[in-house]
T-cell receptor, first 113, second 111 residues
Framework: GAGVSQTPSNKVTEKGKYVELRCDPI?????LYWYRQSLGQGPEFLIY????????DSGLPNDRFFAVRPEGSVSTLKIQRTERGDSAVYLC???????????FGPGTRLTVL | LAKTTQPISMDSYEGQEVNITCSHN???????ITWYQQFPSQGPRFIIQ???TKVTNEVASLFIPADRKSSTLSLPRVSLSDTAVYYC????????????FGPGTRLSVLP
């Protein structure tokens, strides 16, 4: 079956611009997670959704970052006023529930010039 | 917050057994130990999870001593395609800021 998909695969933007990153989880998975991964580092937790609600958003670095999952399926990570330090690979994962193994997508590589 | 320590890198040859040890000295009673694998340009992939003693699946084995302060991921007869970064995570839940991917162990399998 289809895995987690993320679009776009690459995004180049300029400092100060707004970006949206999309995640399509595996059908039927109620839990969805966003991570950020810098070169040579492991993924860093950003936010976890259970259904439509953000169950844990403690990893969002500041108020420029926001994520939604309005219908409990697709999720969008939104970054306002992008900074060069936001450049990273943004990974999305889903799981059947909150404490199951996570299935990761291929990520979106964000480059802020 | 149970912190983990793993070797930064390891080299092996095809056909050998590889053991990657992770230290987690302050693991809590309710914490599980989970390992993920990540290939270049891909997201991590779950390998195995355990609480104590030994867990085995079709991919790997996980050995956890009685004090649970460390764990060892064992990959039998590695191939070139096992070249990847391996992450050890410790946590009560499989999510959140306490479920931390450190820098991992970069395994290189040589021919």
């Amino acid at each position: 079956g289809a895995g987690v998909s993320q679009t776009p695969s690459n995004k180049v933007t300029e400092k100060g611009k707004y970006v949206e990153l999309r995640c399509d989880p595996i059908s039927g998975h109620t839990a969805l997670y966003w991570y950020r991964q810098s070169l040579g580092q492991g993924p860093e937790f950003l936010i976890y959704f259970q259904g439509t609600g953000a169950a844990d958003d403690s990893g969002l670095p500041n108020d420029r970052f926001f994520a939604v999952r309005p219908e409990g399926s697709v999720s969008t990570l939104k970054i306002q006023r992008t900074e060069r330090g936001d450049s990273a690979v943004y990974l999305c994962a889903s799981s059947p529930g909150g404490d199951n193994e996570q299935f990761f997508g291929p990520g979106t590589r964000l480059t802020v010039l | 917050l149970a912190k983990t320590t793993q070797p930064i890198s390891m080299d092996s040859y095809e056909g050998q057994e590889v053991n990657i040890t992770c230290s987690h000295n302050n693991i809590a009673t309710n914490d599980y130990i989970t390992w993920y694998q990540q290939f270049p340009s891909q997201g991590p992939r779950f390998i195995i999870q355990g609480y104590k003693t030994k867990v085995t699946n079709e991919v790997a084995s996980l050995f956890i001593p009685a004090d649970r302060k460390s764990s060892t991921l064992s990959l039998p007869r590695v191939s070139l395609s096992d070249t990847a970064v391996y992450y050890c995570l410790v946590g009560e839940h499989n999510y959140g800021q306490n479920f931390v991917f450190g820098p991992g162990t970069r395994l290189s399998v040589l021919p």
